[in-house]
């Protein structure tokens, strides 16, 4: 091909380019303008929060609440002292189930409210506070290998299997509890 044809070439295809940019740049926003989807972001809009913040459904990483408060008031907030002795008796919850299992204090509140929801799509009310106490006191063994998540799902399924509370709990202990070595006869 003789050189003037490809130097033609290029600036034809340099013209097109930048009238498709052009193209691009002046239709696109008209375009997605029409469609039924919501327009598509960087990052998503964050949610108001009451002024407590505690009407989300999950504690998120970097929130102000502390693990305790969320487990006992993540439905209706409410103002507490760190005196207070239901913060203290789930902290004292908290912080056994967290040397227990390994997980962060926030991800084991998470669970312990996210299994007190789904209990309650069940019509089996139980406190997240009571459901931490519970699942803490099942495992006998500091750092064994399963989760607090793992117990907790293990706990939902026994109580979907209509096993009452203390059955349940029964059953967990003996799964998850302190385990005995057998001697090996050195």
């Known amino acids: 091909m003789p050189s003037w044809r490809a130097s033609s070439n290029c600036k034809r295809n ?9 193209i691009v740049i002046v239709f696109a926003p008209l375009l997605s303008a029409c469609s039924d989807e919501p327009a598509v972001q960087g990052k998503p809009a964050k949610t108001p929060q009451s002024s407590s ?31 207070d002795e239901e913060m203290q ?14 997980e962060s204090e926030r991800m084991i509140a998470n669970r312990a409210v996210q299994l007190e929801q789904m209990l309650a799509k069940l019509n089996v009310q139980e406190s997240a506070a009571n459901i931490l106490e519970d ?4 495992a006998g063994e500091i750092g064994q290998t399963e989760g607090f998540g793992a117990v907790s799902q293990h706990y ?17 202990k003996q799964r998850y509890g302190t385990r005995t070595v ?5």
Do not use: C, M, N
Request: net charge positive; charged share 25%.
């Open 14 to 22: 340099s013209s097109l380019s930048k009238r498709g940019v052009f």
């Open 53 to 83: 913040g505690l009407d989300r459904q999950w504690l998120e990483i970097h929130s102000s609440i502390k693990p305790a408060q969320w487990v006992l008031d993540w439905r209706h907030p409410k103002e507490r002292s760190a005196s």
């Open 89 to 102: 008796r789930v902290q004292k919850h908290l912080t056994a189930a967290h040397s227990i299992y390994r």
């Open 135 to 138: 699942i803490s006191s099942v």
């Open 156 to 172: 939902y399924i026994l109580r979907s299997g209509k096993y009452d509370r203390e059955a349940a709990l029964a059953l967990l």
């Open 182 to 186: 057998k001697s090996t006869g050195d």
